[in-house]
């Protein structure tokens, strides 16, 4: 199975911050990655997808770039609503792995 | 609007059965395979394995074979999780989530609101 490493798990920041989540793939995916937000007691939420494709309906202050083994979720500027935790999933393998999550806590 | 409906919490008993229900609505049922995730509390996702909606093929990931079966019921466009012999470990919120795009841009999207299953005597 392909192994997906996330950093940092746990991430204090403030509202308006611009914050960056990583995600490592033991083996490299291309642009075969995907971001997930899960706000507590909820179903997670698809956020990006190809690697830096925003999902229709995403704020624009979430992006996505990397490719092959590193990637990044970038927030631009923290709204209330994105303190959850955020996944990352491969979908290279026919056997989809996500990361560990990064939960993402107010400073 | 797209949406998966899965059935409510269950309490269960160690080796018991259970079965949780996804039920698809919106958009062509056997269009679009459907994914199970379990996430046990306080943990991350696990991908369990999908269900091909078309011919009801079933993928299970390593670690849910055996106990876990996947069907379909495509009359009432609903896909079924089965777990046999429950064990305390099985205690999890379990989502189902339709799989769309190829390639590179296959990606899970919707998400049932997820089941939670407890198992406790």
């Known amino acids: 199975d392909i192994q997906m490493t996330q950093s940092p798990s746990s991430l204090s920041a403030s509202i308006g911050d611009r914050v960056a989540i990583t995600c490592r793939a033991s083996?490299?995916?291309?642009?075969?990655l995907n971001w997930y937000r899960q706000k507590p007691g909820e179903a997670p939420n698809l956020l990006i997808y190809?690697?830096?494709s925003l999902e229709s309906g995403v704020p624009s202050r979430f992006s996505g770039s990397g490719s092959g083994t590193d990637f990044t979720l970038t927030i631009s500027s923290l709204r209330p609503e994105d303190f959850a935790t955020y996944y990352c999933?491969?979908?290279?393998?026919?056997?989809?792995?996500f990361g560990q999550g990064t939960k993402l806590e107010i400073k | 609007q797209v949406q998966l409906v899965q059935s409510g919490s269950d309490l269960k008993e160690p080796g018991a059965s259970m079965k949780v229900s996804c039920k698809a609505s919106?958009?062509?049922?056997?269009?679009?395979?459907i994914n199970w995730v379990r996430q046990a509390p306080g943990q991350g996702l696990e991908w369990m394995g999908w269900?091909?909606?078309?011919?009801?093929?079933?993928t299970y990931a390593q670690g849910f074979t055996g106990r876990f079966v996947f069907s379909l019921d495509t009359s009432a466009s609903t896909t079924y999780l089965q777990i046999s012999g429950l064990k305390a470990e099985d205690t999890a919120v379990y989502f189902c989530?339709?799989?769309?795009?190829?390639?590179?841009?296959?990606?899970?999207?919707?998400w049932g609101q997820g089941t939670l299953v407890t198992v406790s005597s």
């Open positions: 190809a690697a830096s």
């Open positions: 989530a339709r799989v769309i795009g190829g390639g590179p841009v296959k990606r899970f999207d919707p």
């Open positions: 999933q491969q979908s290279y393998s026919s056997f989809p792995t």
């Open positions: 919106g958009y062509s049922f056997t269009s679009y395979g």
């Open positions: 269900i091909n909606t078309n011919t009801g093929n079933p």
């Open positions: 083996q490299s995916i291309s642009n075969y």
